[in-house]
């Protein structure tokens, strides 16, 4: 037999290093030919790449390649994130700068502005131009201070105006001033609007129906009680009812109601129909409890 080369044995690891590193090689031969063909030297080419080699001390040499390569891209991201962070943080720093300035900054009067156009500081067009601005940023201001003022103002209007039908509606005699009622509502609207006196309230719709809330109470308690007596209306009507008040000559006679029934009559200005009503429901249940 012919004789043939005596080869060192190779583990399965070592060929891989092998194959992996006649890779790159290519590799360095396909860079090299297209830095000659683009008429580059490739003596120049960058040479920053994973040493070659299946011997130890290239082995070695790859692995210290390979930790310098991952620690310098640590390094980066670390550095990349510092300089956002630091970006963000003077970003946060200059809107705080501004609107602590904005904040704090007032307008300056007429006479500091000239105060600093004689000290050389501003120049007096520069002067003017900033008091024209003033101006029409507070013409602005003002007008828009109206116009809020107003839309309340209606607001409130329009308001006491609902609310005043509704108390004509359930209370029809304060609309007529020879009701012998009507002096009291009167009386309260002379304490209220007197300049002289302890309220001194404007003579205004919302004064009006200030003065009906004093005297007949809130509106939501005459919708109450108008609805018990309703409902007390259809029962008497159905035969629950009893014996309503003695009239003597026509006129009702009221004078056995309870006293809290004839005071709250009056305040509310129950009528003469409302007022029978309620004393014969009244008769009736004093009947039944007297029987019981």
Do not use: C
Request: hydrophobic residues 35%.
């Amino acid at each position: 037999m012919p004789d043939e080369p005596i080869t060192e044995a190779q583990t399965p690891e070592q060929i891989a290093e092998a194959a992996k590193v006649a890779a790159e090689e290519v590799t360095k031969a396909e860079a090299a030919a297209k830095a000659a063909a683009d008429g580059l030297d490739p003596a120049l080419v960058d040479d920053d790449s994973e040493p070659g080699g299946a011997d130890p001390q290239a082995v070695r040499a790859r692995k210290e390649y390979r930790a310098r390569k991952s620690k310098e891209v640590e390094l980066q991201r670390e550095r990349e994130a510092r300089i956002a962070a630091e970006s963000r943080a003077h970003t946060l720093e200059e809107q705080a700068a501004k609107s602590a300035k904005t904040e704090t900054s007032k307008p300056f009067t007429s006479e500091e502005v000239q105060a600093a156009v004689d000290a050389g500081t501003i120049t007096p067009l520069q002067g003017a131009d900033y008091l024209a601005q003033r101006r029409a940023t507070e013409t602005v201001d003002k007008a828009i201070a109206r116009e809020w003022t107003r839309y309340n103002a209606d607001i409130r209007t329009n308001t006491a105006l609902a609310s005043l039908n509704e108390y004509s509606t359930l209370v029809p005699w304060i609309k007529d001033k020879s009701d012998p009622r009507y002096p009291q509502l009167e009386a309260k609207y002379t304490q209220l609007t007197d300049p002289n006196g302890l309220y001194a309230l404007p003579k205004s719709l919302t004064t009006d129906l200030l003065v009906l809330e004093q005297v007949l109470g809130p509106i939501d308690k005459i919708k109450q009680r108008r609805e018990v007596m309703n409902k007390r209306d259809i029962h008497a009507e159905a035969g629950g009812g009893g014996a309503g008040p003695v009239k003597t000559n026509g006129v009702t006679d009221f004078s056995k109601a309870p006293k809290h029934f004839i005071e709250f009559w009056d305040k509310t200005g129950t009528s003469t129909k409302d007022r029978e009503a309620e004393m014969k429901i009244y008769n009736a249940r004093e009947a039944r409890r007297k029987s019981a």
